[in-house]
């Protein structure tokens, strides 16, 4: 997870609600599972002496929301009345989670927001396009009409027919030109790391021709999807999520590899458990920090979100008086934060001693 988003939380004061859950609306009786979940969420925060003001905002932030279509997930970060960080999730956490804590707890917005990175969807044919920004909130969408005569190529042959065929070849082409024009606008604001082409085949691929050299490195052709009327979305929303998926666990995969490469070496750039990892972030020496199962393991901290250590003799020597004792799983991914390092949470590809590992930016 690109952490440059969550930066402002480093500056904010604990302690934070920390709320991640189900925010599916995909059955008929979805409204009555949402009051539900609400009613769990405020039990929960309440039951962990959170203020009444910060229980309410972050129920005030739910209650005032549109729902979703299909299922989705919710982060909520709150603190002091006032709702910090809302970003809803490609997909609901396995389980809801319901913390109030010194620090902000992020690992379920890091999973998830990997999962589904910032992306443009352009649904594409020889007269315009449907684009739609995929990002932190809702998805946007425009359409970009051009010119619709001539655009399609004509049987026969003679003059004439070579004058019609060469003007609606130069239609098109104005046309693919207006959309490229568009989704690289599109890209700037929301930030795509990612750009997905679908539509009609030539279409597709004489957009991606047309598109700037820097998006044309970031753009994937799919299969499917047409801007008529009536048109069905799902195999094309099938094959989207086929997409991410296959980048995700490649990026996961290509992680792995480097972290694997980095490791057991006395010059790697890649460090694990608990004492390694938290000297690195407090170096302000890590690039990535990876997560796995670190349970309800602990670490101290001092006031300066970077500063965190296995033990409190490292803080005291630095000037800290009274190092809090925070759970590790908070206060690592917010140190990251703070540094400007990224945080992925790893699955079974790497056993993590001690739940942390670390990829560094120097050795």
């Known amino acids: 997870m690109d952490t440059t988003a969550l930066r402002d939380l480093t500056d904010a004061d604990g302690p934070f609600a920390s709320v991640h859950f189900d925010f599916s609306h995909d059955t008929e009786d979805a409204a009555k599972l949402l009051a539900l979940r609400l009613k769990e969420i405020e039990a929960g925060l309440t039951d962990q002496r959170a203020d009444p003001a910060t229980v309410e905002a972050v129920l005030r932030a739910v209650r005032d929301s549109a729902p979703p279509v299909g299922k989705a997930g919710r982060s909520i970060i709150a603190a002091h009345g006032e709702v910090l960080l809302d970003r809803r999730l490609a997909a609901p956490p396995p389980e809801p989670v319901v913390r109030f804590s010194a620090l902000p707890y992020l690992l379920p917005l890091a999973t998830h927001a990997e999962e589904t990175p910032k992306y443009v969807l352009v649904v594409a044919d020889r007269v315009g396009a449907e684009i739609t920004e995929y990002d932190d909130g809702e998805p946007r969408t425009e359409t970009v009409e051009g010119e619709n005569h001539p655009v399609h190529k004509v049987r026969g042959g003679g003059p004439a027919h070579h004058t019609l065929q060469n003007a609606a070849e130069e239609t098109a082409r ?15 604001r929301s930030g795509a790391r990612l750009v997905v082409l679908a539509g009609e085949k030539q279409a597709r691929a004489a957009l991606h021709e047309t598109l700037p050299e820097h998006l044309r490195r970031i753009a994937r052709e799919v299969e499917g999807g047409s801007r008529a009327e009536g048109s069905s979305r799902a195999e094309l929303d099938r094959r989207v999520r086929e997409l991410l ?118 050795g």
């Open 174 to 188: 104005r046309n693919l030109a207006a959309v490229a024009e568009h989704v690289t606008k599109a890209v700037e």
């Open 245 to 362: 998926t296959g980048r995700h666990l490649a990026a996961l995969d290509d992680l792995a590899d480097k972290f694997r490469a980095g490791s057991g070496r006395e010059d790697g750039l890649a460090v694990s458990g608990l004492e390694a990892v938290a000297s690195a972030l407090a170096e302000a020496n890590v690039e990535t920090l990876l997560v796995g199962s670190p349970g309800d393991t602990a670490v101290f901290g001092g006031p300066d979100p970077a500063q965190v250590s296995v033990g409190k003799a490292g803080l005291q020597a630095l000037g800290v008086p009274e190092p809090e004792r925070r759970r590790a799983d908070e206060a690592l991914p917010f140190a990251a934060v703070a540094t400007g390092a990224e945080v992925v949470v790893l699955d079974e590809r790497v056993d993590l001693w001690e739940g942390f590992g670390a990829i560094l930016r120097h």
